[in-house]
């Protein structure tokens, strides 16, 4: 059997060393090295999606790997792709590292400097471990294994105050309404208010967690309070000092536990940036950050999106912006602040309608927010585009919970219409006012045209009025022949009169403005006038 390795290694010397030792391997296909943690989850994400057949049987991680530290990165491998064994490359081979890597689930560890002995004898018994368990899921339990697990959605206030919470607990109110399971943790760990939204009074936090080696399902299930909604919910510590006690290895411990027991886990990280809401952005399958259509919020999110990028944490290109308080009269557009951040803008933009907010927040029953709401409309469209919501079959079963006629209703808005929905009705509602503003521009077009017209008439009469009133002919017949020569037929009946006024023969022209269409009149009238000057006239 051909074992397929991949290494993440963050130095390029080490890199080098390690895949010239990987190429001797015999039955190895090693895969190019990934340079940090971030890369190395996305690529086994990215397989995973595919098949548990795609994963590599044997991933290497460097002691000096970035910018996840190496045990905190196994300990999320493990727990995210169980079929793949893990290897930690390190320096320290003593008996204290030796347990901590396999506490943390690490299938062995390999002394620097490489050798090849070593590194052939680890990689194999490795590589049989996990072809043991794939068989054991594929054969006893595949419903066992979903890949990564659920799915992570982190939102992340641009500044304080731009709508995080209640997008966050919106976001999770509709997968739940969906039949998703769904968890929402409240990592806003000095001000967290999801508990003030949906009206709760519990004692237990994520605090509580942060001296836990080992969070099993019931030590989980102590400190989570379980919502009439349906919602798990992990909330901020009520003592906002001791925020400082959870950790990014705490915050990736919680969310990999969460994750693996739930479809659905939404994080509100707040505005401020600490170790554990760094941690959850960097884990998390879909970032949001929300910015409200303002200058102050649109650089503050342009620094966050920046901050993130230098630490390592998240690509601007992986981050969704949510633009909140959103006005089409507004100055600041989502085009704009899609180029000023670099990032994707969701195509679900929240409306301004606090109003509609009011009531429910003031009661702290964000729950019970009407579906006709805008805003609620908005944000269970925007858990639509994430794919956050299923559709709803008949006769569900399992932990899925029946949603309410309310929560129906908002799926169905979103379902049926979304942004397409809005851009129709303000369409139908514009139509109106733009027809009017066509039909006035095209009455004005005719008025000038028969206003041009009439001018052009009036002076070929009156030149061909001068010529014969030389010669003692016709002057009103040659007045009149030259002027109806000059107008279009709808235009032919008009009002044609020369006559001389000192040393100049005067012409003038009457026509009539269609309404509308040409022929087509309805009393308006516009004159033209010119004059040319008699011949052989000495006064």
Known sequence: MTVRILPAVGDIDSARALTTLLSQLADTEPAPPVPDSTALL?????????????????????????????????????????????????????????????????????????????????????AAWSAGMRRHLHSGAPELYAGPGGTVVTVTGAKGGVGATVTAVQLALAARASGRSVALVDLDLQSGDVASYLDVQFRRSVADLAAISDINPRVLQDAVYTHDSGIALLLAPAEGE????????????????LRSRHDVVVVDCGSQMNSATAAAVEMADQALLLVTPDVIAVRAAKRMVRMWDRLQIRKAEETTTVVNRFARGTEIQPSLVERVTGTKVARSAVPAAFKELQ?????????????????????????????????????????????????????????????????????????????????????????????????????????????????????????????????????????????????????????????????????????????????GDDG
């Open 359 to 535: 009531s429910v927040v003031d009661a702290g029953r964000l729950q019970d927010l009407d579906a006709r709401s805008t805003v609620k409309q908005a944000l269970w469209a925007l858990a639509g585009e994430l794919d956050l919501v299923v559709a709803q079959e008949g006769g569900g079963g399992g932990r899925r919970r029946k949603a309410s006629s309310s929560d129906r209703g908002a799926l169905t808005l979103r379902r049926r219409g979304g942004d397409r929905g809005a851009v129709t009705l303000e369409f139908a509602g514009m139509f109106p006012l733009l027809l009017v503003v066509m039909t006035i521009l095209w009455q004005a077009v005719l008025y000038g045209y028969s206003y041009s017209l009439a001018g052009n008439a009036a002076d070929e009469a009156a030149r061909a009025a001068t010529a014969a009133y030389a010669v003692n002919e016709d002057v009103a017949g040659a007045c009149a022949a030259a002027g109806s020569e000059h107008l279009p037929g709808a235009w032919s009946g008009a009002e044609i009169d020369c006559g001389p006024a000192g040393s100049v023969m005067r012409a003038t022209v009457e026509v009539d403005v269609p309404l509308f269409f040409p022929g087509f009149d309805a009393g308006f009238h516009v004159r033209g006038s010119a004059g040319a000057a008699l011949e």
């Open 42 to 126: 996305d690529t086994l994400a990215r397989l995973a999606a595919e098949s548990l057949d795609e994963l590599p049987e044997v991933v290497l991680v460097h002691e000096r790997i970035g910018p996840v530290p190496a045990l905190d990165l196994i300990r999320d491998l493990v727990m995210r792709f169980p079929a793949v064994g893990v290897i930690l490359i390190t320096a320290d081979t003593s008996t204290g590292v030796l347990t901590a890597a396999m506490d943390s689930g690490a299938r062995g560890i390999i002394g620097l400097p490489l050798g090849y002995d070593a590194l052939a004898e680890r990689v194999q018994a490795a």
């Open 242 to 257: 001791r925020g400082e006690e959870v950790t990014d290895r705490v915050a990736r411990q919680v969310l990999g536990a």
